[in-house]
């Protein structure tokens, strides 16, 4: 047996499964769902969305074994607050650590409501079976982690990025865990959530299962499986510093072929565990991308409310259910994704806490049509709505009009020539 076919039947605990495929996983008659989140990457950082100079072949025929949206966004354009969004299925400024800008390593005040309902949490209560594989970057005390949130299991990190082959964090401390438990792994990050996620996917089991796979890649540090640039921790949170030193076309292109070979194994054991038929499975991005991403036709980058900095690739593949090499220019965002899941999955959502998002089955089934909406974003000195076609962004003083279908850009300030359009959004 090869070495790459053993490590797909590895349990994490280092078990190898003895049932085959067909008694391993017994029909059932809700999907499972798998969420695949990227970190930090771009609009036009997938092939199929226009990346010119590498290929993402995996992730590429997920869209076209599905559906692809056009107009697809994060909550916000920092990770934080779009996790919460999707944790959550609620905007993240409604919570305190949405409002945390970013969420430092040295913050150790502020972390997801212990009672807060989670899609996890719902989940678990529906009867699946949840984990999260990946970066949570949601608070850092046990009571604000993934367990406490509804995840039976979880294994990642904690901050918001980390040395892919010494697993620290910013300030060179360890940060891999195993639930509550600090652990030490050899290899590449990247890979260790894609073995972790193909074992969890093959595991014998009688419940429908929610796997998060919240990768870190394409997300800084620089460093492809071959290695890369060393991360010189100190005392003092180094991320917001270095980010925007370094790196290189190539080593990002590195970093994403290893992310698509990722998702490439993930769907070989869906197919063969005998579970395609039955899987939901999303990718999207957390927020928009970085330096390196490509970005076009967009204005900006992470960190900002132009398109850029909040439009996201996103795709959704559901054999049998949804219509394959489908386009859609409906307007999604992140909390849509926890909306639908749930709705996919038969879960009510907490009465007290209700959705911001739409659950968008229908809309993929092709029984409903494009819904017309209204997104809202904030960050630090910065506002953004869109409806429609128009958007109406706040930066600092300066506040601009632009019509989204003729200036994807973002260049033509048109808030002269239709003040009461402007002052609308603006209320």
């Given at each position: 047996m090869s070495a790459s076919l053993l490590l797909d039947r590895l349990s994490p605990v280092g078990k190898i499964h003895s049932a085959s495929p067909s008694l391993a996983h017994p029909k059932t008659s809700r999907p499972n769902i798998?969420?695949?989140?990227?970190?930090?990457?771009?609009?036009?950082?997938?092939?199929?969305?226009?990346?010119?100079?590498?290929?993402?072949?995996?992730?590429?025929?997920?869209?076209?074994?599905?559906?692809?949206?056009?107009?697809?966004?994060?909550?916000?354009?920092?990770?934080?607050?779009?996790?919460?969004g999707f944790i959550t299925g609620r905007y993240p400024a409604r919570l305190k650590?949405?409002?945390?800008?970013?969420?430092?390593?040295?913050?150790?005040?502020?972390?997801?409501?212990?009672?807060?309902?989670?899609?996890?949490?719902?989940?678990?209560?529906?009867?699946?079976?949840?984990?999260?594989?990946?970066?949570?970057?949601?608070?850092?005390?046990?009571?604000?982690?993934?367990?406490?949130?509804?995840?039976?299991?979880?294994?990642?990190?904690?901050?918001?990025?980390?040395?892919y082959f010494l697993h620290k964090n910013g300030l060179g401390q360890p940060d891999l865990f195993e639930n509550l438990t600090p652990v030490q792994r050899n290899g590449y990050l990247t890979d260790l959530l894609t073995e972790r996620a193909v074992n969890y996917v093959t595991r014998s089991r009688v419940s429908p299962f929610f796997l998060s796979l919240q990768y870190t890649a394409p997300h800084w540090p620089w460093q492809g499986p071959k290695g890369g640039e060393a991360v010189a921790f100190s005392d003092k949170e180094i991320e917001p510093i270095v980010m925007g030193k370094g790196g290189s076309l190539k080593i990002y292109a590195e970093m994403m072929r290893s992310l698509d070979d990722?998702?490439?194994?993930?769907?070989?054991?869906?197919?063969?565990?005998?579970?395609?038929?039955?899987?939901i499975v999303i990718f999207t991005s957390d927020n928009g991308g970085e330096r390196f991403s490509y970005q076009w036709p967009f204005s900006g980058q992470k960190g900002a409310l132009l398109e850029g900095g909040i439009r996201v690739p996103a795709?959704?593949?559901?054999?049998?259910?949804?219509?394959?090499?489908?386009?859609?220019?409906?307007?999604?965002?992140?909390?849509?994704?926890?909306?639908?899941?749930?709705?996919?999955?038969?879960t009510s959502a907490a009465a007290d806490y209700p959705l911001d998002g739409i659950d968008l089955l229908p809309v993929l089934k092709g029984t409903s049509s494009v819904h017309d909406r209204s997104f809202f974003w904030r960050l630090r000195t910065q506002d953004a709505v869109r409806k429609g076609k128009w958007k109406y962004v706040r930066n600092g003083s300066n506040r601009s009009l632009f019509d989204l279908s003729i200036d994807?850009?973002?260049?033509?300030?048109?808030s002269g020539k239709n003040p009461d359009i402007m002052q609308r959004l603006k209320q």
């Open positions: 798998i969420f695949i989140l990227a970190d930090d990457l771009g609009w036009g950082d997938l092939s199929c969305y226009g990346r010119p100079d590498y290929r993402t072949p995996n992730i590429d025929l997920l869209a076209s074994q599905g559906a692809k949206f056009t107009d697809a966004y994060s909550a916000s354009a920092l990770c934080t607050h779009s996790r919460c650590i949405g409002l945390t800008e970013p969420l430092s390593v040295t913050n150790n005040l502020v972390g997801l409501d212990p009672g807060h309902p989670t899609i996890a949490s719902q989940l678990k209560q529906s009867g699946y079976d949840t984990a999260l594989f990946g970066k949570w970057h949601l608070g850092f005390r046990p009571e604000w982690g993934p367990n406490a949130h509804g995840f039976d299991e979880f294994f990642g990190i904690l901050a918001g990025a980390g040395d990722g998702v490439g194994r993930v769907m070989k054991a869906v197919r063969g565990a005998g579970l395609d038929a039955n899987t795709i959704v593949r559901w054999p049998g259910v949804i219509t394959a090499n489908r386009v859609t220019i409906q307007m999604a965002i992140t909390m849509d994704w926890t909306a639908t899941i749930l709705a996919a999955s038969e994807e850009r973002e260049q033509a300030n048109f």
